[in-house]
């Protein structure tokens, strides 16, 4: 990946369980967004968080963002079997480009 | 809410040929981005347009281009295509350049023979 990298690059968790992927980047962002793809399929957009935000919360996802490290984490909350995805973090490059740069991806898999 | 809209859903083409992607944005969405996504890896960012003027390019081969138009739909035209070219295209879209989410389209999956 150009940006970061994700990890771990695969999970399997019981449903019900709390889901944790993490994301580094290499340059100084504008915000930072977590997408989720299932097998094959389009992009949906989870959540945004700002470089002066720290944390935000949507439904059963919690989104930090540590930008002294950077760094940034996506929990998933009491999983369920639907959650199986893959989970894809992305920036800007903070150059005034508006493009997403990707990280590698987790591959998330919620055994029912 | 109406969503990005991409025609084909899935092409199939030989070695050599020639595609075309179409790409229409959310109404009111006047910045479109093009992303590729080969077999297992993240997406990679081609190019985009703003007022149907390039802002942006990123890895895109020379045998391919791109353009919007006064509707802002954007299409996305590949030449001489290779076995490597076969993969997910994406389109996204939003509102002006901001550093807001991109909108994704369904994707197309191009497949070269």
């Known amino acids: 990946s150009q940006q970061g990298e994700e990890d771990p690059q695969a999970l399997s968790i019981q449903e019900g369980e709390n889901a944790t992927m993490n994301c580094s980047y290499k340059?100084?962002?504008?915000?930072l967004q977590w997408y989720r793809q299932n097998s094959g399929r389009g992009l949906v957009h989870l959540i945004l968080?700002?470089?002066?935000?720290r944390e935000k919360h949507s439904g059963r996802l919690r989104v930090t963002l540590d930008t002294s490290k950077k760094s940034s984490s996506l929990l998933i909350t009491a999983s369920r079997a639907a959650d199986t995805a893959s989970y894809f973090c992305a920036t800007d490059v903070g150059d005034s480009s508006y493009k997403l740069i990707f990280g590698s991806g987790t591959r998330l898999l919620v055994r029912p | 809410a109406a969503g990005v809209i991409q025609s084909p859903r899935h092409l199939i083409k030989e070695k050599r040929e020639t595609a075309t992607l179409k790409c229409y944005p959310i109404p009111r969405h006047d910045t479109v981005y093009w992303y590729q996504q080969g077999p297992g890896q993240d997406p990679q960012f081609l190019i985009s347009?703003?007022?149907?003027?390039?802002?942006d390019k990123g890895s895109i081969p020379d045998r391919f281009s791109a353009q919007q138009f006064s509707d802002y739909h954007s299409e996305l035209n590949m030449s001489s295509l290779e076995l490597g070219d076969s993969a997910l295209y994406f389109c996204?879209?939003?509102?002006?350049?901001?550093?807001?989410?991109?909108?994704f389209g369904p994707g197309t999956r191009l497949t070269v023979l």
């Open positions: 968080i700002r470089s002066n935000e």
């Open positions: 996204a879209s939003s509102p002006r350049r901001t550093y807001n989410e991109q909108f």
């Open positions: 340059t100084s962002i504008n915000n």
């Open positions: 347009f703003y007022e149907k003027m390039q802002s």
